[in-house]
């Protein structure tokens, strides 16, 4: 008899192509910034400490959220700070922001975590493991705030599905 590891954590599938963006954004940044001063001959240690600190403060402003999933369980992981909820214990969701929309969940334990819903539409399997726990907090009834919103999430989350297949099929 074989025994079965469990599933591997789904995880944001375009995070690597963002945090290597984001190195190499802030070690050319770096490398300028000290080859410039370099070349007006005023570098000293203070100067390229401070270039090194902006270039490191750049590095952790375009570093994205790192976001895995799987059963029952959501985690949103920054440069600071790792964020881990129930999916399958949800008591409230909601949404804030117009021009970037941030999604926030609360668990039945007092967990809150943030993220941005379109890592959950451009990761097919992440919102699976969502929908999945969202679902069962639904059964349970103690989802009792926001379901109507990730239920409008999960429709566009679809329609933008359905519309890529048809253009990659060509049929539209």
């Keep these: 008899m074989r025994s079965s590891s469990p599933p591997a954590p789904a995880d944001d599938r375009h995070w690597r192509g963002s945090a290597w963006f984001a190195t190499v954004c802030a070690l050319v940044f ?7 001063d370099w070349d007006a001959g005023t570098l000293a240690a203070s100067r390229a400490l401070l270039w090194t600190a902006l270039s490191a403060t750049l590095f952790a402003v375009l570093l994205p959220q790192h976001v895995s999933a799987g059963p029952g369980w959501l985690a949103v992981r920054g440069p600071l700070r790792r964020q881990v909820i129930r999916t399958d214990a949800l008591t409230s969701v909601w949404q804030y922001g117009d021009v970037s929309p ?30 999945r726990g969202v679902r069962r907090s639904l059964e349970h009834g103690i989802l009792l705030q926001g379901a109507d919103i990730l239920e409008r999430l999960g429709h566009q989350i679809d329609d933008t599905t359905a519309q890529a297949v048809l253009s990659a099929s060509g049929m539209s």
Excluded: I, K, S, T
């Design 102 to 131: 941030h999604l926030v969940l609360r668990d039945a334990y007092g967990r809150r975590l943030e993220l941005d819903p379109r890592v959950l539409a451009a990761n097919p399997l992440l919102w699976h493991e969502l929908d």
């Design 30 to 36: 770096a490398a300028l910034a000290l080859l410039l």
